[in-house]
C-alpha cells in the first residue's frame, strides 16, 4: 500500500511535490495502488517511485521524470506521457491502451507483457527495451528507435510481440528480436531492418516496400501476400520462408541462390530476368 504522507505531499502540486523530492531525494516514493486518474502531473519528478497497480487512466504525465519507476501493473489508458523519461522504468503488465507517448524515452524499460494497443510512439526511443509478450497492435510507431548498437548488444526483445496493423514506416529496429512477433499488415515502409532477427515471424500482407534486411534473419518466416518492392535484401537469410504470392519486384541484392532456399515462391512476383534464373535453377 502507498503511504499516506506521499500521496498527501503529491496532492500539493507538482512544484511543491519536487521540492520535496530535492529535499529527500534519499526518500523512495512509494505511490502503489494510488488513484491519481485525471491529475495533470506534467514535468513530475517520480524518479524511482513506486507507482506499482497505481490508476494513471488519462493522467498528464508530460515532460515528467519517470526513469526507473515502477510502473508494473498500472493502469495508463489514455495517459499523456509525451516526452517523457521511462528508461529503465518497470512497466510490465500495464495498461497503455491508447497512450501518448511521443517522443517517450523508454531506453532499457521492462515492457514485458504490457499493453500498448492504438498507443501512439512516434519518434519515441526503445533502444535494448525488453517487449516480449507485448501487444501493440495497431500502434502508430514511426520513426521510433528499437535499435541496438550491434548484434552482441542487441536491439529491443519484441519477440513474440503482436504488432498486427500497426505504423512502423521509417521505424530503426536495427538488431532488434522479432523472432515470432505477429506482424501481419503492418507498414514498416523504409525501415532498418538491418541484423534484425525476424525468425518466424508473421508478415502476411505487410507493407515492406524500401525496407533495409540486409543482414536480416529472415528463416521461415510468413511473407504471404507481402510488399517488397525496392526493398535491400543483401545477405539475408530466406533459409525455409514463405513468399506465397509477395511482391519482389525490384528487390535490391537478391540472388538465386537465397530465392533457392525459401519454403515456396508459390504466386510470388519477380523481375523478368530473376524470374527466368530462377527457373532455370529449378
Excluded at 491508447?98 to 517517450?104: I, K, P, Y
Excluded at 525501415?191 to 533495409?212: H, K, M, P, Q, Y
Excluded at 513468399?243 to 510470388?268: D, E, F, I, M, P
Excluded at 523481375?271 to 527457373?279: A, I, P, S, T
Aim: charged content about 30%; glycine content about 8%.
Amino acid at each position: 500500500m502507498a503511504e499516506k504522507e506521499h500521496v498527501e505531499k503529491l496532492k500539493q502540486g507538482v512544484d511543491s511535490w519536487n521540492s520535496w523530492r530535492l529535499e529527500n531525494s534519499d526518500i523512495v516514493p512509494d505511490l502503489s495502488d494510488t488513484n491519481l486518474q485525471g491529475k495533470d502531473l506534467r514535468e513530475v519528478n517520480l524518479r524511482r517511485a513506486n507507482l506499482s497497480g497505481a490508476d494513471l487512466r488519462e493522467t498528464s504525465l508530460r515532460w515528467g521524470y519517470l526513469s526507473e519507476a515502477n510502473l508494473s501493473s498500472a493502469n495508463l489508458r489514455w495517459a499523456d506521457l509525451r516526452e517523457t523519461l521511462l528508461d529503465r522504468a518497470n512497466l510490465r503488465d500495464a495498461i497503455l491502451h491508447g497512450a501518448q507517448l511521443v517522443g517517450a524515452n523508454l531506453n532499457e524499460a521492462d515492457l514485458r507483457g504490457v499493453f500498448l494497443r492504438e498507443a501512439i510512439l512516434r519518434d519515441a526511443i526503445l533502444c535494448r527495451a525488453d517487449l516480449r509478450w507485448a501487444n501493440l497492435r495497431e500502434v502508430d510507431i514511426r520513426w521510433a528507435d528499437l535499435s541496438g548498437t550491434d548484434r552482441r548488444g542487441g536491439g529491443a526483445n519484441l519477440r513474440r510481440a503482436n504488432l498486427r496493423g500497426s505504423d512502423m514506416r521509417g521505424t530503426n529496429l536495427r538488431w532488434a528480436d522479432l523472432s515470432w512477433a505477429l506482424l501481419d499488415g503492418a507498414k514498416l515502409i523504409g525501415a532498418d531492418l538491418v541484423g534484425t532477427n525476424l525468425s518466424r515471424a508473421f508478415l502476411e500482407g505487410a507493407n515492406l516496400i524500401g525496407a533495409d534486411f540486409a543482414g536480416a534473419d529472415l528463416s521461415g518466416a510468413f511473407l504471404d501476400k507481402a510488399s517488397l518492392m525496392g526493398a535491400n535484401l543483401s545477405e539475408a537469410n530466406l533459409e525455409g520462408a514463405f513468399l506465397r504470392w509477395a511482391n519482389l519486384r525490384r528487390v535490391k541484392n537478391l540472388s538465386v541462390k537465397q530465392l533457392s532456399q525459401a519454403a515456396t515462391l508459390h504466386g510470388a512476383e519477380l523481375d523478368e530476368e530473376l524470374r527466368k534464373k530462377v527457373e532455370a535453377a529449378i
